[in-house]
């Protein structure tokens, strides 16, 4: 008996240690109480049925694992059982996450979904925006992340630390920033003041900055130390590089070898373009693929190619010559001063539009999308995208009641498949729509809501030059699922909140 007993007891032991957790679940009754006696809080609202959630669950516990030891929480909200509390705080899509310090002052989470980036994430914004160094906490200060940036300023100096503030307030999110005005520190660094340090676990381990404090060029600066001189593109670097500002120069390979080698033989380009274009391998057998995004030949490795990222242009290095210093030095230089076509890929124009919602392709993407005298909502989709197939009939039901509409001439509902068509936009998820109002194609507005007919109409005639706004149907009102993973049992109204993507 007494055996049965501790068996039975021993099991339930094991039991509650594999389904211990260090993220907190909270209710309508305990949200507010948790986020008011905790100074900083990671909150993520979720629903069981959301693949995406799913997906972020084994990360968000480890990273709730290592950000217990320095009292930061995370948290999660079931918005399927807390409906109210999820509208409470603006909740759309699965899973949203925010960052919470009191319940005045919430913000969006904007790091990666991985436990690494979750746990840098949240630590830099356990700090403040400039943190005190002295020469006892600098070396534990150094080990804060992979990249911190360290001011060295008089004491007096109030113009270079009001610059080097600014730009902490501006990049707080990416790096921690310290300063310190010990000038005996400074010069055990090899600095002189003013100075900034970019301290780092890559490449040749700091950069120094010494030139005149402006916050324009310490910013500048700082984002471009802080970049690996020849880095790795992956999933947890992508959106980085992308929204670096600069082109990316891909190197594709399929050992990790091949792209060591490579990344030594095109280093003095890399040098040589600091700052002006970024560089990073790319491993073939994992992401081949993306070379097809890139206009070049899926099959043959290594390649080379540069892409604009702002103006999504591709410049894809000859496959059939061999990657040498000399050879890419040309090419890249020659990008550089602007000699270099860019490539680009185009499905044949339509000889006839046919259905209410315009095809668009990469030959007549300006004529039809930058037409200046109407509003144009555009669908970039992918052939093999479920949430896109289950978008299409109530897309097609849009494009058809503004067709027979008074605004037919002024508004125009298209697509076009971003698989097999260059376009100026960097799409990182499909579906993506957008509207480009009539006189403001600089200026496109994303859409992030439902995917049903009234809340695109409703979109529409709020972002839109004309207001144009049409009646729906009755029968035809039901929701698109934004989601395929959304089960059978699952509401519309659930399944249409999951604004996620099918990634690329």
């Known amino acids: 008996m007494h055996k049965a007993t501790r068996y039975a007891l021993g099991l339930l032991a094991a039991a509650a240690i594999a389904t211990a957790s260090d993220v907190v679940q909270l209710k309508k009754d305990t949200f507010d109480d948790f986020v008011k006696t905790n100074d900083l809080v990671l909150a993520e609202f979720f629903a069981p049925w959301c693949g995406h959630c799913k997906a972020l669950a084994p990360e968000y516990e480890e990273a709730a694992t290592t950000l217990k030891?320095?009292?930061?929480?995370?948290?999660?909200?079931?918005?399927?059982?807390?409906?109210?509390?999820?509208?409470?705080?603006?909740?759309?899509?699965?899973?949203?996450?925010?960052?919470?310090?009191?319940l005045d002052n919430v913000g969006p989470y904007k790091?990666?979904?991985?436990?690494?980036?979750?746990?840098?994430y949240m630590i830099k914004q356990s700090l403040?925006?400039?943190?005190?160094?002295?020469?006892?906490?600098?070396?534990?200060f150094k080990k804060a992340d992979k990249v911190v940036v360290v001011a060295y300023v008089d004491a007096s100096d109030k113009a270079s630390s009001e610059a080097f503030a600014s730009v902490a307030e501006k990049?707080?999110?990416?790096?921690?920033?310290?300063?310190?005005?010990?000038?005996?520190l400074a010069e055990a660094e090899g600095v002189k003041v003013p100075s900034v340090v970019v301290y780092k676990d890559f490449d040749e381990g700091k950069s120094v900055f010494s030139e005149k404090f402006e916050a324009e060029a310490i910013q500048k600066f700082a984002k471009t130390a802080a970049t690996p001189l020849i880095g790795e593109i992956g999933p947890e670097t992508y959106s980085d590089y992308m929204s670096a500002g600069i082109p990316l120069a891909y190197i594709f390979a399929e050992t990790a070898e091949e792209r060591k080698e490579i990344s030594e033989k095109l280093k003095p380009i890399a040098e040589a373009q600091r700052g002006v274009i970024n560089f990073g391998t790319i491993d073939a057998k994992a992401y081949g693929a993306h070379a097809g995004n890139l206009n070049l030949k899926t099959d043959k490795f290594p390649a080379f190619a540069i892409q604009e990222t702002a103006k999504n242009q591709k410049f894809p290095f000859d496959q059939e010559k061999e990657i040498t210093l000399e050879a890419v030095k040309e090419f890249v230089d020659s990008f550089v001063s602007g000699k270099v076509e860019p490539s680009i890929k185009s499905e044949p124009i339509p000889e006839k539009q046919e259905g209410p919602v315009t095809v668009v392709v990469a030959k007549n993407y300006n004529d039809i999308v930058l037409d200046d005298t109407k509003d144009v909502l555009i669908e970039f989709?992918?052939?093999?995208?479920?949430?896109?197939?289950?978008?299409?009939?109530k897309y097609e039901e849009l494009g058809s009641l503004y067709a027979k509409s008074e605004f037919k001439d002024k508004v125009v509902i298209a697509k076009v498949d971003a698989t097999?068509?260059?376009?100026?936009?960097?799409?990182?998820?499909?579906?993506t729509i957008k509207l480009f109002p009539a006189g403001a194609k600089s200026e496109p507005v994303t859409y992030s809501g439902?995917?049903?007919?009234?809340?695109?109409?409703?979109?529409?005639?709020?972002?839109?030059?004309?207001?144009?706004?049409?009646?729906?149907?009755?029968?035809?009102?039901?929701?698109?699922?934004?989601?395929?993973?959304?089960?059978?049992?699952?509401?519309?109204?659930?399944?249409?909140?999951?604004?996620?993507?099918?990634?690329?």
């Open 420 to 431: 097999a068509n260059d376009v100026p936009d960097e799409i990182q998820g499909f579906p």
């Open 450 to 504: 439902s995917r049903t007919v009234d809340d695109l109409i409703k979109f529409i005639a709020e972002n839109g030059k004309y207001k144009a706004s049409v009646s729906e149907e009755a029968e035809e009102s039901s929701a698109a699922p934004a989601a395929s993973e959304a089960t059978s049992s699952t509401t519309e109204s659930e399944a249409a909140k999951e604004t996620d993507h099918d990634e690329l």
């Open 128 to 140: 403040p925006a400039v943190s005190d160094v002295t020469k006892d906490t600098l070396e534990e």
């Open 111 to 120: 790091g990666q979904r991985k436990a690494a980036a979750i746990t840098s």
């Open 171 to 184: 990049l707080r999110d990416d790096y921690p920033f310290g300063v310190s005005s010990d000038a005996a």
């Open 69 to 102: 030891e320095k009292n930061i929480k995370l948290v999660k909200v079931d918005c399927t059982e807390e409906a109210d509390l999820c509208q409470k705080h603006g909740v759309e899509g699965y899973p949203t996450l925010k960052v919470f310090r009191g």
């Open 381 to 393: 989709y992918a052939p093999w995208c479920g949430h896109c197939k289950a978008l299409a009939p």
